[in-house]
């Protein structure tokens, strides 16, 4: 079964949501989560910093094959903890370098290569899913979404977890 994972790495509730999900979701065998990374305010919304080059980052690893769980990771220390500026390429390139190719995923990022992935993923949460605030999570035809402002509980995630009469 697929849980659907809707995120921001700049969003604070998503990486406290994130740091339970691996012990959760790896007693769960019979989930497979499908991560959907999503700005939390996207442009045109005025907004002091931009996720879309995280977005499109987590396109480039994904593409390159890279340990995700460990990618995630790094993403939210990226903006949250090492407070980098998300919104430089070369930045955000150097910060990740010992991950991915640098020079690589600076042209990705440069040529808006998974600019397009970034934007229908936005699409794909908002007008699609009725995503109002991340994360947001989707399986089997039902939604937890998280109040704005507050995130969703890791007792609120079990207890979804639980519906679908796993584990």
Known sequence: MELEIFYDYACPYCMRNYDFLPELLSARSDITPVWRPCEAHPKPEVYSRYSELLVQCFFFAQA??????AFHTQLYRAALVDRIDIEDIDALAAYLGGTLDSAALTRAL?????APAQR??????YEENDVWALPSYRM???KLDSVEGVGVSRAQFEAFLAEDGGH
């Open 120 to 125: 229908q993923n936005n699409d794909y949460a």
């Open 110 to 114: 440069r040529d808006g290569v998974y």
């Open 140 to 142: 089997a035809g039902r």
């Open 64 to 69: 390159a094959g890279v340990d995700l769980w």
